[in-house]
């Protein structure tokens, strides 16, 4: 694999913001966050992005592995955590959650999407970079 930059993460979270558009687009607003997460499922699979999905992080606590049930909704080419909601907006307690998933995954980005908008490119997501993200070569 080649060497991973900020530029290719940029541009995969492009098409990431863009496959979530694609599915608002044609399946609107109010309906349950496992429907939006079913179809961007298959929009990102349509579009040949690579995802594990409800994945099982690790979490450690002093070199022993603890028997947690954290699961993200999705994540991308290994690198980019995405987290779906339907809410009315979001919250501290979300990014926090996506920020510790990040975390968790050595992941260098993180997504969160709320289906539950006028315009997803707007009010619809928010991207989070860390401290793995900032030590990536430019391009």
């Known amino acids: 694999m080649s060497l991973v930059t900020k530029k290719y993460l940029d541009e995969l979270t492009y098409e990431i913001i863009g496959a979530a558009i694609e599915v608002h687009k044609i399946m609107g607003r109010g309906l349950l966050e496992s429907v939006y997460h079913q179809c961007l499922k298959e929009e990102l699979q349509h579009r040949k992005i690579n995802f594990f999905t409800e994945m099982r992080l690790p979490v450690y606590y002093k ?24 809410v009315q907006e979001f919250t501290p ?22 289906f539950n908008c006028s315009n997803i490119f707007r009010e ?11 030590s990536l070569p430019p391009s």
Do not use: H
Request: glycine share 4%; aromatic share 12%.
């Open 124 to 134: 619809g997501q928010k991207t989070y970079v860390n401290e793995y993200f900032s």
């Open 63 to 86: 070199e022993k592995l603890l028997e947690l049930d954290f699961r993200c909704d999705l994540f991308v080419e290994n690198l980019i955590v995405l987290e779906l909601k339907t």
């Open 93 to 114: 307690a979300f990014e926090a959650q996506l920020l510790t998933y990040m975390k968790l995954l050595k992941a260098p980005k993180g997504i969160l999407i709320n």
